[in-house]
Every structure is written in C-alpha cells, then in structure tokens.
T-cell receptor, first 112, second 113 residues
Framework: GQQLNQSPQSMFIQEGEDVSMNCTSS?????WLWYKQDPGEGPVLLIA?????ELTSNGRLTAQFGITRKDSFLNISASIPSDVGIYFC????????????FGKGTKLSVIP | ETGVTQSPTHLIKTRGQQVTLRCSSQ?????VSWYQQALGQGPQFIFQ???????GRGNFPPRFSGLQFPNYSSELNVNALELDDSALYLC????????????FGEGSRLTVL
C-alpha cells in the first residue's frame, strides 16, 4: 500500500526553539493533515490542508501542502514543554474510500 | 458535547479467541472509522462505516469485521486472534464521509498471548 515517509523519526530540542518536520509520499494526495498523539491518548487534529501550495497556521503551528501534492511540512515556533508528543502526517485521496494514510510519526522531546 | 468513547480500554486475549471492541461516536457525527496502531507505528486504516454500511476497507483479512448501529455507534470484531493482532485499536468519528478531520477516541489496547 501507500507509504508516507516522515522525518525526522525523533528530535530533542530546547524550549523556545523552532521545530520543522516533513512528510513525503510516492503518490499524490488531495488532502494533507497533521495530528498529534500524547501518551495514552488518540491522535488529535492540528491542521488540515486542502489545496496544493496552501500555507495554514494554527497558533504557533504552520503547515504547508506541497505543490506536487506529494509532500507536506509542519513547523512549530517557540516550542514549549506541552509540545512533547508524537506528530503524524496523514494523506487522504479518494480511491474507493476516504481512508487516511499515516506516516510513522515524529517523536518530539522538549528540554526545559 | 460528548467525545468519542471506546471500551474496553485494555484487554488480554489468547491466540484463537475472538474479541469485540465498542465505540460511541461524537455527538452529531454519522461516520465511524477504525484504525489499528501497532507499537511505534502510525495508525493503519481497517474500515469505515457510514449509515450502517461499510464504505471502504484497508488491507485487513475478513476475520476483521464491523458494525454500525442506527445511533452511529460501532463495533469492531476480530475472530481467530493472532499474536500480530496485538495493538491499539482506534475508533474515529467524523461529521461526514469525505472529511479527513477525524476525532479519535483513546483506543482499546489489545494484547494477544
């Protein structure tokens, strides 16, 4: 099946630093989404992107839908301790169903 | 507004047994999707239900089956459990069939011994 390559796999940053992570695919998607998962919880939607080239912000988070429709990135500015968690990218393309294809996640650790 | 709730939260089964996991969708949501999340991996799509009908299925064998009820709640059934079925099973509801904006429950952690 489709695979999303998410990088980096994990990262350790100092509180206050900016963070950048990205996601690439061999196939195109019509929608890109970014979710965050805390331990013992289900994923929570952070940002949804619907148009190639779109740049969308949600507070300190900014995400972009790549113009090739095969990639997306997520930036977090001025990180804080509660940013700790696993960030997943997900792509959606109608192909008989509206399923999401998820990456393997980027584990973010913030050092106070 | 009540979020997505799943039960049980944890369970242990032995190989060959059967399991039923339950999910109550968020108020106002008519679509339910199920995902399997193995340790250290991203969620993987099992199937989606809309108006009590299965609408799309991932790469899972027929021993994974589901139901959606008139109140939009849902069940995931797994027969003939295998060791590799050990995972976190996530239910997600949404306000429509086509949206990728899913609201996930906390999951049911299944361990198969």
């Amino acid at each position: 099946g489709q695979q999303l390559n998410q990088s980096p796999q994990s990262m350790f940053i100092q509180e206050g630093e900016d963070v950048s992570m990205n996601c690439t695919s061999s196939s195109i998607f019509n929608t890109w989404l970014w979710y965050k998962q805390d331990p013992g919880e289900g994923p929570v939607l952070l940002i949804a992107l619907y148009k190639a080239g779109e740049l969308t912000s949600n507070g300190r988070l900014t995400a972009q839908f790549g113009i090739t429709r095969k990639d997306s990135f997520l930036n977090i500015s001025a990180s804080i301790p509660s940013d700790v968690g696993i960030y997943f990218c997900a792509g959606q393309l109608w192909a008989g169903s509206y399923q999401l294809t998820f990456g393997k996640g980027t584990k973010l650790s913030v050092i106070p | 507004e009540t979020g997505v709730t799943q039960s049980p939260t944890h369970l242990i089964k032995t190989r060959g047994q059967q399991v039923t996991l339950r999910c109550s969708s968020q108020s106002g949501h008519n679509t339910v999707s199920w995902y399997q999340q193995a340790l250290g991996q991203g969620p993987q799509f099992i199937f989606q239900y809309y108006r009590e009908e299965e609408n799309g299925r991932g790469n899972f064998p027929p021993r994974f089956s589901g139901l959606q009820f008139p109140n939009y709640s849902s069940e995931l059934n797994v027969n003939a459990l295998e060791l590799d079925d050990s995972a976190l099973y996530l239910c997600a509801s949404s306000s429509g069939l086509a949206t990728g904006e899913l609201f996930f429950g906390e999951g049911s952690r299944l361990t198969v011994l």
